[in-house]
């Protein structure tokens, strides 16, 4: 088969997690660290978690120190304790059909393993083969080459066999570092600048669900088209 194994993002590329549970979460945050500050839409986040980064926003652009990050820490986990993210619709059949056609599925993303892990078994009745998540040191996280490497090593996998799919630029630059397949899954974009940037430098680039499963399964030798 073409793909042997799919890296997935999590949030905003098989789950609905920003809109739901990572957005509200910090403009609650925010209302308590910086209750002067103008808030942030959801749109103006979105941006500043492309680029430079979720963790450039915090320490850099907001300033927050380390007790303040431990604060916006603190109210994140408890909404993402209260809530799991709906899948985008199509996505727990993918996954399920390709696991069944012995495909290898992994998670890299900047949730916490804990929470993917719910989120798999509530959704799709079974669990990613390796997970790489946030409570990971920072080196270990993407954009870093770190998870595919490890990835490759675990599963004995050549850069040709695996397909990083993504909707942010972090991912994209993890798969560029390893000389992998980069897909970007432009079905959560709300942002033109962020949709024409992943367009022009993604591999492929897959406005939906559908025509990301039909590429998957079809055009990767996974069934026969």
């Known amino acids: 088969m073409r793909y042997r194994c799919l890296i997935l993002d999590h949030d905003d590329t098989v789950a609905k997690s920003t809109p739901e549970i990572h957005y509200p979460s910090f403009v609650e945050a925010l209302k308590t660290l910086r209750p002067k500050m103008k808030g942030l839409s959801l749109e103006e986040f979105v941006s500043y978690c ?9 320490k850099d652009v907001l300033k927050f120190n380390k007790v303040e990050q431990e604060y916006q820490y603190k109210v994140w986990k408890s ?3 209260e809530k799991s993210p709906d899948f ?22 900047h949730s916490e393993s804990e929470q993917i892990l719910r989120d798999y078994n509530l959704h799709c009745g079974l669990i990613p083969d390796l997970i790489f998540g946030w409570e990971l040191e920072e080196y270990q996280r993407k954009p870093n080459p770190y998870p595919i490497i490890e990835i490759m090593k675990r599963f004995d996998l050549a850069n040709n066999e695996i397909l990083v799919l ?17 897909a970007g899954a432009g079905w959560s974009h709300i942002i033109p ?12 680039y897959f406005s939906t669900v559908e ?15």
């Open 193 to 204: 600048e962020i949709e024409d940037y992943m367009r022009t430098n993604s591999d492929y």
């Open 88 to 109: 985008y619709p199509g996505f727990p059949n993918l996954i399920k059909e390709y696991k069944r056609l012995g495909g290898i599925i992994c998670v890299v993303s």
């Open 166 to 182: 993504d909707d942010l630029k972090p991912g994209l630059d993890m798969a560029r570092s390893c000389n992998v397949t980069f």
């Open 50 to 58: 492309f680029s430079p980064g979720f963790s450039e926003l915090c």
């Open 79 to 81: 909404y993402t304790k």
């Open 211 to 225: 025509t990301f499963k039909d590429f998957i399964l079809s055009k990767s030798g996974l069934i026969k088209e």
